[in-house]
Each structure stands twice: as C-alpha cells, then as structure tokens.
C-alpha cells in the first residue's frame, strides 16, 4: 500500500511524505502432510516396468502430490508418469541427478492442483530395468500453479547429508529433501546405518535402514538460503545422492476430514530370504 502525509501546524501544511507499507512473513495457509507412500520394487536380480505406486488413499481435490524416484540409470533413459485420473500433469521439478559410479539417476516429479481420485501412479522407463525406488507424498496448503521457487541437488557423505543451498523468494515454503544411499541396489542391505536425524527445523517423514532411503520436510519462516541436511547414525563411510525443492505455501487443495478414520503411511517392500532386517 502506497500513500502521503501531510501535517498541518498552526495553520500550514508540511511538505507531502509518500510511503509505502508492506507485508512480510509466512502466508496464512501452512502446508502440511495429508499421506505418504514408500516403495522398494525390485532388486537388483529382476527387472521390471511400468511399476505401480498406489497411494494409501484417493487424494483430496487441488492438492500437490510430490513422487520422488530412484532408477538404473542409461544414457537416454525416458521417463513417462501416468496416474489412474489420466489429466494430471506430473513436472520434472528436480534431477534427474546420476550417482558418481555411473549405476543410478534420482529424481522429483510433483502434481499441483491433482484431482480428486487420483491414486494409483505408474512409473514407466524406455525398457525394463534394475532397482526401482520411490517416495510418494500429498500435501494441501501448496499453490497450485507456479508453486516451485528452487531447487537444488548434491551428492555427500554421512554422516551429514546435505542437499546443498538452495534461495527462495517467499516465506512460508513447503521445503522437502529426499536422499538414498548410493550403495542402494548391491543386495540392497549393504549399509550400516542405525538410525537417522532429522535437520534443525525438519520432520522425518520416512527412514529406511535396510535400503538407506530418507526424505524430511520443513516450513521455511522467512525468505532465503537453506541447506537441508539430516544425519546418519553409524555408517559414515557411506555415500548419498539427495535432492531438495521448495514449493510455494497457498490456501489451496483440501484439507482431511479430522474425523474421519485414513491411512497416513504405507510401506510397500520386498523382504529378502536369508536375514532379512528392516
């Protein structure tokens, strides 16, 4: 808002001051979770295509779905995201970033503004392949249009992985990291983990020892750089690829119904023969 003022003393007016007021802080609506899915498909012995990811329940109107995924990598790899509703639109917003052995890619789709229904999301590659991974998570309160304002993407050591620094423009940003251990796909029990931390300001939202898979979230009060990082517990030689995003806050999408009975986590696995541990 822009205006002038005058002050009269005595009689007369004072020179006319212009100003200008403005807003800051976080928006009025805070994202926050709605569900979430975690999948491990398949393995490094069989390989597959056109893989499934059902979300725990139909997602709620206009709201963001963000899938994060991990995939053998090939030069000229395609990458095709479908859904059950068919009119979504699922927008590379992070990757695909390749693991420095060459062996994985890792990427972020995210669906703003998602239909009402939408559930069962398909992931399918030029050919089959080796060593699928996915996270998968809906979130209301995130705009529904323009809603990412920066990214970034690192590979690092444990015990503390970091995305790297990333600068939003706006207060209030859902800001979501997802990592997975490099060694992922080797027997798929190779690391030695015990456990993981979340960041300063960050909430795990799932954390796998067997197959060293972590994504967090955080709402960003202010406007600036962050560097989102969790720490390992034990297995400290280990190597990750993680990515990270922000995505504007908006009073958009639906909010569950808090009386009503809902899934909020599911986790989908193949548990090998042998000394399996999760």
């Given amino acids: ?26 928006p009025s609506a805070t994202p926050e979770l709605v569900q979430q899915l975690l999948v491990q498909s398949n393995q490094n012995f069989e390989d597959g295509n056109g893989f499934i990811n059902m979300l725990p329940n139909p997602v709620l109107a206009g709201n963001c779905v963000i899938l994060s995924i991990t995939y053998a990598r090939k030069p000229g790899r395609t990458v095709a995201i479908t859904d059950n509703v068919g009119t979504n639109n699922w927008a590379l917003v992070a990757g695909p970033f390749d693991s420095s052995n060459g062996s994985f890619s890792r990427a972020i789709y995210v669906s703003l503004n998602t239909k009402a229904g939408t559930q ?22 995130v705009a529904t249009a323009g809603a990412l304002d920066a990214h970034t993407a690192a590979g690092a050591h444990a015990p503390n992985v970091a995305a790297g620094t990333m600068t939003t423009t706006q207060a209030g940003d859902l800001v979501y990291q997802y990592a997975l251990d490099t060694g992922w796909g080797v027997a798929m029990e190779g690391n030695s983990f015990t456990g993981y931390t979340a960041g300063a300001g960050f909430t795990l939202l799932a ?19 962050i560097n989102p990082t969790f720490t390992t517990t034990a297995g400290t030689g280990d190597s990750f690829n993680t990515l990270a995003i922000a995505l504007k806050a908006a009073a958009a999408g639906t909010a569950p119904d808090p ?20």
């Fill in 207 to 225: 954390a796998d020892r067997r197959i060293a898979v972590v994504h967090q979230y955080a709402i960003q009060s202010a406007a600036g750089p």
């Fill in 1 to 26: 808002t822009t205006g002038s003022v005058v002050v009269n003393v005595g009689g007369v007016d004072s020179n006319g001051q212009t100003f200008t007021v403005t807003t800051s802080g976080p």
């Fill in 259 to 278: 009386a009503a009975m809902r899934i909020v986590t599911t986790y989908h696995t193949r548990v090998n023969a042998g000394s399996p541990r999760l």
């Fill in 120 to 141: 069962k999301i398909t992931v399918t590659f030029d050919e089959p392949l080796f060593d699928f991974q996915a996270v998968a998570s809906e979130w209301h309160n």
